[in-house]
């Protein structure tokens, strides 16, 4: 199906979107296991229409858990950090807050467990009262155990 609807952009000669179709590609890839071609694909997402900003973040930060989770962390953290940036200067706080926690979680992993605390704090006071997302208790969940 995220096939067909990138066929349908491409036969109509627009990009808009694909970004978008693409990181749902490489989701699905991931998914499966396919980890070169999830990581190809999210690369594609990031190129094929640079203008598109939209979706950024949220392809990083696919990116960006699909290298941790297969050992790359350096540019695992390049990725979070990009996508905070991108994020932030979009003013997409649930993308700020998800990439944020996944860099935090990296930090923690190398022992910057301080550097990690203040990153989810910062988020986690701006965040809404009584508003709990899943990207919310994932951040608070970390931002306990880096307190213990």
């Given at each position: 199906m995220i096939r067909r609807a990138m066929d349908d952009l491409?036969?109509?000669q627009t990009r808009v979107s694909m970004p978008w179709f693409l990181t749902l590609l490489g989701e699905a890839q991931a998914v499966d296991r396919q980890y070169d071609q999830?990581?190809?694909t999210f690369g594609e997402a990031l190129t094929i229409n640079p203008e598109e900003r939209l979706y950024?973040?949220?392809?990083?930060i696919n990116r960006g858990e699909l290298l941790a989770q297969t050992g790359e962390r350096d540019l695992a953290e390049l990725d979070f950090r990009a996508s905070v940036d991108e994020a932030g200067s979009m003013g997409a706080n649930?993308?700020?807050?998800?990439?944020?926690?996944g860099l935090a979680r990296l930090l923690s992993a190398r022992g910057a467990t301080e550097e990690a605390a203040s990153l989810l704090r910062r988020r986690l006071?701006?965040?809404?009262?009584?508003?709990d997302t899943v990207d919310i208790a994932a951040a608070r969940a970390l931002q306990t155990d880096l307190s213990r």
């Amino acid at each position: 199906m995220i096939r067909r609807a990138m066929d349908d952009l491409t036969a109509i000669q627009t990009r808009v979107s694909m970004p978008w179709f693409l990181t749902l590609l490489g989701e699905a890839q991931a998914v499966d296991r396919q980890y070169d071609q999830a990581l190809a694909t999210f690369g594609e997402a990031l190129t094929i229409n640079p203008e598109e900003r939209l979706y950024r973040p949220y392809t990083l930060i696919n990116r960006g858990e699909l290298l941790a989770q297969t050992g790359e962390r350096d540019l695992a953290e390049l990725d979070f950090r990009a996508s905070v940036d991108e994020a932030g200067s979009m003013g997409a706080n649930g993308y700020d807050l998800r990439a944020a926690t996944g860099l935090a979680r990296l930090l923690s992993a190398r022992g910057a467990t301080e550097e990690a605390a203040s990153l989810l704090r910062r988020r986690l006071e701006a965040s809404i009262t009584g508003f709990d997302t899943v990207d919310i208790a994932a951040a608070r969940a970390l931002q306990t155990d880096l307190s213990r």
